[in-house]
Structures are given as C-alpha cells and as structure tokens.
C-alpha cells in the first residue's frame, strides 16, 4: 500500500484511494513524483486538479493538518493507474454527510463519477451515526443529476448558492 493512503475503496475499474495531509500538500505543490508514492497513482505533467477541487486543495489540506477529519479520495484507474477525479463526503454535524465529487474532462461520460459515487455512499452510509447522504447540484447539471440518481439520492428541494446560484438538494436515508 502506498504511504499516505488512509483507505482504499475498490470498484469494477477504479481504486478510491483515501488522501491525507501529506498527499494533499504534495498536491498542493504540484510534486508529481510524491504524488505517485503517496497514492500509487500516475500523474499527467502539468499536475493540476478536477475542475472545481483545485481551488479547495489548500482548505482541504488546512483541514487535515490537525488530522481531525478524513480526507478526500482519488479516483484511480486500476489498469493504467491514472487518475480520472476525486471526491468525498464531509460531517454536517447532524449525521449528514455532505457528498462532492469532480472528474477531468476527459474522464467525463464513461460512468466514472457514477462507479466511484456508488462507493463513497456505501462506505459513507456504513459509519457510525450517519442519516443521511446529501448532494448539491447546480441547476442544469443533467449528468450530475443523473450519477447521484444512480447512487439513490432523490431530489428533496432545491436553495440557492451564493456562488452558483439555484442548486437541487438530493438526498439518500440510510
């Protein structure tokens, strides 16, 4: 196992692999060769992020400096070992898990996001006082819609965000 893995979830062609404070700065950093023996994962160069999860990467490693909260995890293909997103679930306090994920581009439209989503609801929905599963998703976000569907979330409401402006709450009961 790779230093810097805190746990690996595996689906039919992917490896969830848990990411810590290490790899989360390594990231930070764009160090690709650490990257690699943190997670066992093959980084194209330029190293960059998911759309939407480079932005969060400092706050992310911020967060886990204290190794109060668990990390996100990588998206990893297990055949080529190249990463394809990455995403997780964070504690609202009130056994929700709130639920986010991102995929590159180019990893976009082959049930990628569905095949790791299903995951990380079934490890997240496995812990200890969690309720529920939640997810926010812009609106228009069809193919969004459609992977938290597939993982069982329902559509409960929708609220708007500051940042994105209206989004659909969907939800899963455990």
């Known amino acids: 196992m790779a230093r810097g893995a805190v746990n690996r979830l595996l689906t039919a062609r992917l490896e969830l692999v848990q990411l ?16 690699e023996e943190l997670t066992g994962a093959r980084f194209p160069q330029p190293v960059d992020a998911p759309p939407l999860f480079d932005a969060d990467l400092p706050r992310i490693r911020d967060s886990l400096a204290g190794g109060r909260t668990a990390g996100p995890w990588l998206f990893v293909l297990r055949d080529t070992r190249e990463p394809v997103g990455a995403g997780g679930t964070a504690a609202m306090g009130d056994g929700t898990l709130f639920l986010g994920y991102s995929v590159w ?8 996001a569905s095949e790791a989503v299903l ?15 939640r997810a926010t998703i812009p609106a228009g976000h069809v193919a969004s ?4 569907e597939r993982a069982g979330l329902k559509r409960v409401g ?16 455990v």
Request: hydrophobic share 40%.
């Open 20 to 35: 810590d404070f290490a790899a989360i700065d390594a990231w930070v950093a764009r160090d690709a060769g650490r990257l």
């Open 105 to 112: 581009p180019k990893h976009q439209r082959r049930g990628y």
């Open 119 to 133: 995951a990380l609801c079934a490890h997240g929905m496995a812990q200890p006082g969690v309720k529920r599963i």
């Open 145 to 148: 819609e459609r992977v938290s």
């Open 158 to 173: 929708k609220e708007f965000d500051p940042d994105v402006g209206d989004v659909g709450i969907f939800e899963r009961a």
